[in-house]
């Protein structure tokens, strides 16, 4: 019997249901990947993944983080000033500056905060019967994010979740953005742009307020402040890269834990095991599925040359799932060795992820006041359902009720 030809298309219901059978045929077959009806490529093993998130010389930033964009091969517009698409010596500037707003104490002082956010949505919910992420993971993290900005408004926070959700929506086979993804953009800019002249007239103690007086450092060694785009723009990233992603991280936990009750177990008799957890939920089935880049030059990988301009997919989830990494890859498995290799669902080298710390604290207490709300629960497997976006994969959907 011959094979089925082994296609991996990000746009795809396939991809959306999580393509890790791909992934693995892909890390066999074809390590050097070439779409040919999309004209990517993207690479699937660890030790070609992981160099390449470090090599930003090779795999640049600049041209965009999807397919989309990348292959425009344009620096979009704008995006000079967000600091996910700046490559060094201008991101090297960004990032320390932000580092200096974003310091530990500064995550650890939002604690009781988080605490308080979780518990409010939590105690809303009919134990009878809720969406997970709908009632609960969707709406707490944007709630972190926006508060820490410095917008302590639950119905503005969840407009802004509503914003992003529309601006990463995908139909299957839809690359491009389409208009209502557009228009959400330019309402989550003017918002911020607005938010941000507000601050500059009255200052508050708020990561607006701080980033408002931070010194940038250029190239040419003089400093100077962030300006209202480079803020704002900040503020729109944070939303994308912050909210969605613990969303999804909170919501597949949810559901891992209902297809493996022995590591739920696990937790509730040990709570000191939810860090690890959450590291194996990021390992296992990560929010982030891929980054594109663009290649610099022409690479030379197994045999396969990429040519200088082309969109590179970087598949962390596929890396994070490969058996020469990790032993018993498909397994969950919490109290995994997790020393084996990079985990590489927070990203790699100069990118990686500068929400990280607050990341793991939002996921670790939602997880901790789940233990407690419902030791045992159930899944309406029937009506959940995933989201269709580019770049990220989890549930839109996932109706539980808890047991007595
Ligand atoms: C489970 C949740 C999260 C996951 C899985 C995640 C994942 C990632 C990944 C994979 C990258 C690297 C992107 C690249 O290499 O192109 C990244 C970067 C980033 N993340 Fe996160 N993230 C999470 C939560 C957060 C939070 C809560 C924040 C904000 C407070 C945040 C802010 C950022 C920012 C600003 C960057 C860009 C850093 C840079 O370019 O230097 N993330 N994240």
Same mark, same amino acid.
């Given at each position: ?137 969707? *709406?707490?993290? $944007? #709630?972190? /994010?926006?508060?820490?900005? %410095?917008?302590?408004?639950?119905? =503005?926070?969840?407009?802004? +979740? ?112 939810? *860090?690890?957890? $959450? #590291?194996? /939920?990021?390992?296992?089935? %990560?929010?982030?599925?891929?980054? =594109?880049?663009?290649?610099? +030059? ?107």
């Amino acid at each position: 019997m011959t094979k089925a030809k082994l296609v991996f298309d990000p746009f795809s219901e396939e991809f959306f249901n999580g393509a890790f059978e791909t992934y693995r045929r892909m890390r066999e077959e074809t390590p050097v990947y070439h779409s040919e009806e999309h004209d990517f490529y993207a690479l699937t093993r660890h030790a070609d993944v992981a160099p390449a998130f470090k090599d930003f010389e090779t795999y640049s930033s600049r041209y965009g983080l999807d397919l989309a964009t990348v292959s425009t091969g344009e620096v979009p517009a704008g995006g000079e000033n967000m600091i996910i698409l700046m490559d060094p010596p201008e991101h090297r500037n960004m990032r320390s500056l932000l580092n200096k707003v974003f310091t530990p104490r500064a995550i650890q002082s939002q604690k009781e905060s988080v605490t308080e956010k979780i518990d409010k949505y939590l105690s809303r919910v009919d134990p009878e019967g809720f969406d997970v992420v709908q009632e609960f993971s969707g *709406p707490f993290p $944007v #709630e972190v /994010i926006t508060s820490m900005v %410095g917008v302590h408004d639950e119905e =503005v926070a969840q407009q802004i +979740r509503h914003w992003i959700d529309v601006s990463l929506t995908r139909e299957p086979g839809q690359i491009a953005q389409g208009e209502k993804a557009m228009q959400a953009n330019i309402e989550t800019a003017m918002f911020y742009l607005d938010l941000v002249q507000k601050r500059r007239a009255n200052p508050r103690d708020d990561l607006f307020t701080k980033l408002i007086e931070a010194e940038l450092e250029r190239e040419d060694g003089s400093k100077t402040k962030l300006d209202d785009v480079e803020i704002a723009s900040f503020a729109t990233l944070l939303g994308a890269a912050g909210a969605e992603t613990v969303t999804k991280l909170v919501g597949t936990a949810v559901v891992l834990f209902a297809k493996h009750p022995d590591q739920w177990q696990k937790l509730l008799d040990d709570r000191s095991k939810i *860090p690890a957890a $959450v #590291e194996e /939920i990021l390992r296992y089935e %990560g929010p982030v599925q891929y980054n =594109v880049r663009r290649s610099m +030059r022409d690479i030379h990988l197994h045999g396969t040359t990429i040519p200088e301009g082309n969109p590179v997919f970087l598949i962390g989830a596929s890396a994070n799932r490969d058996p020469e990494a990790w032993t018993a890859a498909d397994t969950f498995d919490i109290d995994r060795d997790r020393t084996e290799a990079q985990n590489i669902g927070f990203g790699y080298g100069v990118h990686s992820c500068l929400g990280a710390a607050l990341a793991r604290m939002e996921s670790a207490i939602a997880l901790e006041k789940l233990l407690d709300f419902m030791p045992r629960y159930e899944v309406d497997w029937d009506n959940c359902r995933r989201v269709q976006m580019q770049n990220v994969a989890g549930w839109h959907n996932i109706p539980v009720k808890v047991l007595k």
